[in-house]
T-cell receptor, first 117, second 116 residues
């Protein structure tokens, strides 16, 4: 079956503009995660959605970052008023419902490379 | 808070050499532990995992054992190949049990280059 897909694969924007990044998780996966991979910081958790529960936003670096997940499937990560330090690869991952005692295996998409000029 | 520390790279080895990439963690509770691999130009892929103490994860000739007493999950392979050249990330999940799922906390990554 299809894996996690993300679009666009590359995005170049000017400082101060807003950007939207899209993630299509694996069908049937209830958990969805956004991470950021940058040279200086490595892989950082941003936000987590689980079913209809309120998202865990504890990793979002500022209030310029937000995300939503419509219908429990597709997710959009929005960055407002982009800054140069937002340049990174944004990764999405999804995970199926886990039974008690099972591990949290996440399946990653190819990422969106964001460059803020 | 929870964290993962792995050896800094890059690591350069000759083909058929023995590989060890060290990984230690700090966590409350009972995390699951993972090694992810990122081949050049590709996305992150799960390499192996272990969900409880003394478990050994293995895949593609790679192994790692969950050592609670030393809070370690070192990655090993007896004979590396050129095709193993990639960046390797050690990670933990804060919720290993109970059906709830948490985010992954990653180490900084170790770049491995294998020369023929």
């Amino acid at each position: 079956g299809a894996g996690v897909s993300q679009s666009p694969s590359n995005k170049v924007t000017e400082k101060g503009k807003d950007v939207e990044l899209r993630c299509d998780p694996i069908s049937g996966h209830t958990a969805l995660y956004w991470y950021r991979q940058s040279l200086g910081q490595g892989l950082e958790f941003l936000i987590y959605f689980q079913g209809n529960s309120a998202p865990d936003k504890s990793g979002l670096p500022s209030d310029r970052f937000s995300a939503e997940r419509t219908g429990g499937s597709v997710s959009t990560l929005t960055i407002q008023r982009t800054q140069q330090e937002d340049s990174a690869v944004y990764l999405c991952a999804s995970s199926p419902v886990m039974t008690s005692g099972s591990s949290n295996e996440q399946f990653f998409g190819p990422g969106t490379r964001l460059t803020v000029l | 808070g929870n964290s993962v520390t792995q050896m800094e790279g890059p690591v350069t080895l000759s083909e058929e050499a023995f590989l060890t990439i060290n990984c230690t963690y700090t966590a409350t509770g009972y995390p699951s532990l993972f090694w992810y691999v990122q081949y050049p130009g590709e996305g992150l892929q799960l390499l192996l995992k272990a969900t409880k103490a003394d478990d050994k994860g293995s895949n593609k000739g790679f192994e790692a054992t969950y050592r609670k007493e030393t809070t370690s999950f070192h990655l090993e392979k007896g004979s590396v190949q050129v095709s193993d050249s990639a960046v390797y990330f050690c990670a933990l999940s804060e919720d290993g049990y109970g059906g709830s799922q948490g985010n992954l906390i990653f180490g900084k990554g170790t770049k491995l280059s294998v020369k023929p």
